[in-house]
């Protein structure tokens, strides 16, 4: 029987170069157009379905941030004014690492809870909590 030292060498060497990839998430860009002065996003639902959270939480996380108002028509998103794509990539860049990536181990394995009417970002990996803005 080898010894442990031989062992964890030979298991070292059978590695990949690269264990794991950080592509394993990854958030679609948003997809859409301008009609007039309205700002029209069509994948915003499945973008939130991506992040295992309510789309109406993402937009009006999006609509504060962008200082807009706006709706769900259908499947589709509207925004009462002219918002360029980068700008809601950003946003919603934001919107993941205050409610989606856990702060203690980093993962997007999350839950967003509530109780006693503060907000909390419960991380199914690691177990932690901490609470976090309510998006009203």
């Known amino acids: 029987m080898e010894d442990y030292e031989t062992m964890l060498k030979k298991v070292q060497e059978e590695l990949p170069e690269h264990l794991s990839s950080s ?6 860009k948003v997809k859409g157009h301008l009609e007039g002065n309205k700002t029209i ?22 609509l504060r941030e962008t200082a ?9 998103a509207i925004f009462n004014s002219k918002i360029a794509a980068t700008t809601l ?8 690492s205050e409610f ?4 203690e181990c980093g993962k997007p394995e999350t839950q967003l ?3 006693k009417g503060i907000s909390y970002l419960r991380c199914l990996a690691c177990g932690s909590k901490k609470p976090v ?3 009203k």
Do not use: M, Q, W
């Not at 996003?41 to 939480?57: G, M, V």
């Not at 807009?68 to 589709?76: L, Q």
């Not at 990539?89 to 993941?96: D, F, G, H, L, S």
């Open 100 to 103: 989606v990536f856990c702060s």
């Open 89 to 96: 990539n950003k946003k919603i860049k934001k919107y993941v």
């Open 113 to 115: 809870t509530e109780d």
């Open 68 to 76: 807009s108002s706006g709706k769900f028509v259908s499947e589709r």
């Open 23 to 28: 592509d394993r998430f990854v958030i679609d």
């Open 133 to 135: 803005k309510t998006i």
């Open 41 to 62: 996003i069509i994948n915003l639902k499945k973008i939130a379905k991506d992040l295992s959270r309510e789309p109406t939480h993402l937009l009006k996380y999006l």
